[in-house]
């Protein structure tokens, strides 16, 4: 099994991903669902608990494919859903886009930095904050951070990177 340091980002821009993440979201509904592991079970994964020693584990995975429908992703133990959707919404990225639906099979490091783990962070926030709602609480709401990250079920770092995003991207 290969792992995503052996994989090519696809070298797509934000807004790509973006596009991508959108017709996934229409696709699978996954945003009138609260809880992200219905969707990671329905498309034939397995979610795995870890206690937090392994979870923070340098070493450690974030997820393994296998197979189209034959995928496991690791969360921590007791965490809350909101960090829980943020993982799974990445794992959907890595399921989808790198793996092609399973077809390539990888593992994916979890404390790695490169830019397959940068379009994965950027699919989690298509999915969990779409571009155009996200403006709109912005400029119409003038909602602080912290109103954001209710609004949309996110930690509160995660609003203040997709301000910046869509700030750099002249949508803000």
């Known amino acids: 099994m290969s792992t995503l340091k052996n994989i090519e980002p696809l070298g ?4 790509d991903i ?9 696709k699978t509904k996954v945003r009138e669902i609260e809880d992200y592991s219905m969707l990671i079970s329905g498309l034939g994964g397995k979610i795995v608990y870890e206690e937090h020693s392994a979870w923070e584990n340098p070493a450690a995975v974030s997820q393994r494919i296998f197979a189209p429908s034959e995928f ?3 969360l921590p133990k007791n965490a809350s859903i909101t960090l829980n959707n943020v ?13 092609l639906e399973g077809k390539v099979p990888m593992s994916i490091p ?5 830019h ?19 403006a709109f609480s912005c400029k119409n709401a003038k909602s602080t951070d912290e109103q954001l990250a209710k609004i949309f079920k996110v930690p509160q770092e ?4 997709k301000r910046k995003i869509l700030t750099q991207n002249h949508i803000l």
């Open 116 to 134: 397959a783990h940068l379009e994965g962070l950027w699919f989690s926030l298509a999915l969990l904050m779409p571009d155009a709602q996200f």
């Open 110 to 114: 979890r404390f790695e930095k490169n």
């Open 18 to 26: 973006q596009q991508i993440a959108e017709k996934i979201a229409q």
């Open 72 to 74: 496991e992703v690791f």
């Open 12 to 15: 797509l821009s934000y807004q």
């Open 87 to 99: 993982v799974l919404a990445s794992a959907l990225a890595y399921y989808f886009l790198h793996s």
């Open 158 to 161: 995660l609003v203040a990177l």
